[in-house]
Each structure stands twice: as structure tokens, then as C-alpha cells.
């Protein structure tokens, strides 16, 4: 019953896979695709630079930060997520189109948000695993997020999901940095602090 599948389109459709650099005109538009992976492996944006204008897909969103969760173990999506920002930090965009909320007219400022978002989160996990060793979902349990529930217990199935997920890639970047460590204890799974 979800919106996405009930209203999903049920019919062929014939596309091109667009890559970076290749360039898409449309009336008096014409947009560089700039691949923008880290929300997910494949994503893209679309920048007009005659006209300033930057189509940030779920790459930039303006009062929510886009969901960053670990697709598979073979990237590091939150590292990768970062390194996309600065990329598209280095562009003259004067209105940002996100792929839903609010317009955005000031993409650096935003970038610099989300980039210390991303940093506060790291420290709230390595400050929650100072207390022991977790799997992911008991990280994200113990995370700091912007709901309206009062409890992890009563947040819905759907949005503890996303919230593992994004503990988890937060993790995963950690791991890379070499300041946690992923061990397998009594067939589980858990991340511990390195030393």
C-alpha cells in the first residue's frame, strides 16, 4: 500500500543513463550532470552554469538532511556523500532546486550545515560507543534525531530503518578512519571503539 508502489508506474519506459559530464538541453536550459553519489550510489545532479542554477535531486535539501545509509559493505557512503558536497561546493549556484521541501539560495552555507551535521553525528556515536560495544541499531537507538515521537520504541518501523541505516554508514566511515572497529560476538555483528 505504499504511495510509491500503488501509484508506481506499471508500464515500460525507455531511458538513457546519463554520467558525468554529459550535458542535458532543455528549452534555454542546459545542464551538466555532476554525479553526486552518496544518498545513493547513482545519484545526480543538474547544474545550468549560464544560469546559476543547481537541480540537487536529494543531494542538498533545505530543512531535513538527506538520508545517507550504507547500500552495501563494498563503499563507505557517508566519505563518498562528503567528498560530493565539496565537489559541488566549488560551483557559483545561486538557487538550488531541491528534489523536494524548500528552494535554497545559499548552497554553500547549506553544504557547511550538512557537513557539520555529519561531523556532530560522528561525535554522538564515538561518545555512545565510549560506553560499550553495540550493533547498529542499538547505536541508532541511542542517537539524537528530530522526531516528534518521545521514545525509539515508539518511532515507526519505516523510520527506525532509515536511522539504522544511517548509524550504520556513520560507522562504516568511522571504520575507514580506523576509529571503530567491527567485530563478529556470539554470531552478531557489533562495532566497538578502536585502540
Known sequence: MHPGFKYGNTKK???EILKQDDVLS???????????PGHSPGHMCLYDSSKKILVS???ILSNITPNISLWGDDWDPLGVYLKSLDKVSILDVELVLPGHRGLITSCR???????????????????ILSRGNLNGYQVAAQMTWDMTYESWEMFPVTQKWFATGEAIAHLKYLEGKGKVRRETQQGKLVYTLAK
Open 57 to 59: 535531486g536529494d543531494h
Open 13 to 15: 519506459v525507455d531511458f
Open 26 to 36: 532543455i528549452g534555454d536550459y542546459s545542464f551538466k550532470c555532476i554525479e553526486t
Open 109 to 127: 552555507e547549506r553544504i557547511q550545515e550538512l557537513k557539520l551535521h555529519h561531523q556532530e553525528r560522528v561525535d554522538e556515536i564515538l561518545a
